[in-house]
């Protein structure tokens, strides 16, 4: 069974930096694009960014391109988000996602993710 735990969420002032995790658990990691997704309050749930297997490729929405950073370690199998140059806008839970299949490379959207952590809160006051 697939497990995918996030942590490092937490308050924040705006301009600030927080790091996510995402360990996996009960899968080939290195096999699979991993996403970052967001939901904040009365808002669906959107795109982050993602990274390719490899971690060759990242992705990101046009919202955070510049200031956050998609990483993977397959050794550790562990996803991370680091985030700098927060937002008030940024405020959200924050949930890192896979894909059902390997070595794919999924549409940037919820419904193409079949895995989902319980999510972690990240809160930047202005």
């Known amino acids: 069974q697939v497990q995918l735990v996030e942590s490092g969420g937490g308050l924040v002032q705006a301009g600030g930096s927080l790091r996510l995790s995402c360990a996996v658990s009960?899968?080939?990691?290195?096999?699979?694009?991993m996403g970052w997704f967001r939901q904040a309050p009365g808002k669906e749930r959107e795109f982050v960014g993602d990274?390719?297997?490899?971690?060759?490729?990242?992705r990101y929405a046009d919202s955070v391109k510049g200031r956050f950073t998609i990483s993977r370690d397959n050794a550790k199998n562990t996803l991370y988000l680091q985030m700098n140059g927060l937002k008030a806008e940024d405020t959200a839970v924050y949930y890192c996602a896979a894909p059902p299949l390997m070595l794919q490379l999924p549409p940037p959207v919820v419904s193409e993710y079949r895995y989902w952590g319980q999510g972690t809160q990240v809160t930047v006051s202005s």
């Open positions: 990274i390719s297997w490899s971690g060759g490729r990242t």
């Open positions: 009960g899968r080939t990691f290195s096999r699979y694009t």
